[in-house]
């Protein structure tokens, strides 16, 4: 069955400082990979996906950027990190096709 | 464009109560997927069911339900003799098939009282 790893599971960083998340999954070969926000008390926001091995889409332009070195690795980054920036980040994967997304157990970045 | 709505933000109910989750849904392809999740209190999103665009046959899973209209777009899901347990966070998503991404509506906190 497909496991997805995300850390660090809580982050408190300040204002200006860089970001980078990480995502990893197991079990499963090509997904397609997912990196959504959500915002204290509010819905899902989707960031970044990507189909592939360098091949990603944004969905909202902001200080924020993804990169996927190997199959099953999605990194979220940022140079420098605003306090708009803070929220729960989620790695999602969809193992082919149109179906149901599997989600990571999430981080939660606290910027200060 | 898709979207898909959630008008009720929060509810209340008792153990033991029936609750029913709305969601509605605009799209202009024929041929899509709906799904609800739920977010406990933890964060971890835990997908519930899917259901696709030519399949409108209710599914019933223990004390839960789903409901899809074409009709009125409508997927709602209802919860039966509610528990405490049910408290979380309920998403209601829709994917299309080209593009592989999820439209997720802005969720129904559920809050089921002892």
């Known amino acids: 069955s497909q496991t997805i790893h995300q850390w660090p599971a809580t982050l408190v960083q300040p204002v200006g400082s860089p970001l980078s998340l990480e995502c990893t999954v197991e079990?499963?070969?090509?997904?397609?990979l997912y990196w959504y926000r959500q915002a204290a008390g509010r819905g899902l926001q989707l960031l970044f996906y990507?189909?592939?091995?360098?091949?990603i889409s944004s969905e909202v332009p902001q200080n924020l950027s993804a990169s996927r070195p190997q199959d099953r690795q999605f990194i979220l980054s940022s140079k420098k990190l605003l306090l708009s920036d803070s929220g729960f980040y989620l790695c999602?994967?969809?193992?082919?096709?149109?179906?149901?997304?599997?989600f990571g157990p999430g981080t939660r970045l606290t910027v200060t | 464009a898709q979207k898909v709505t959630q008008a009720q933000t929060e509810i209340s109910v008792v153990e033991k109560e029936d609750v029913t989750l709305d969601c509605v849904y605009e799209?202009?392809?024929?041929?899509?997927?709906l799904f609800w999740y739920k977010q406990p209190p933890s964060g971890e999103l835990v997908f519930l069911i899917r259901?696709?665009?030519?399949?409108?046959q209710n599914e019933i899973s223990g004390r839960y339900s789903w409901n899809f209209q074409k009709s009125t777009s409508s997927f709602n899901f209802t919860i039966t003799a509610s528990q405490v347990v049910d408290s979380a966070v309920y998403f209601c998503?829709?994917?299309?098939?080209?593009?592989?991404?999820?439209?997720f509506g802005s969720g129904t906190k559920l809050n089921v009282k002892p």
């Open positions: 259901r696709n665009s030519f399949d409108e």
């Open positions: 990507s189909v592939g091995i360098g091949q």
């Open positions: 999602a994967l969809q193992a082919g096709g149109p179906y149901e997304q599997y």
């Open positions: 998503a829709l994917s299309e098939i080209a593009f592989n991404k999820f439209y």
């Open positions: 079990g499963t070969s090509n997904p397609n």
């Open positions: 799209t202009r392809d024929t041929t899509y997927y």
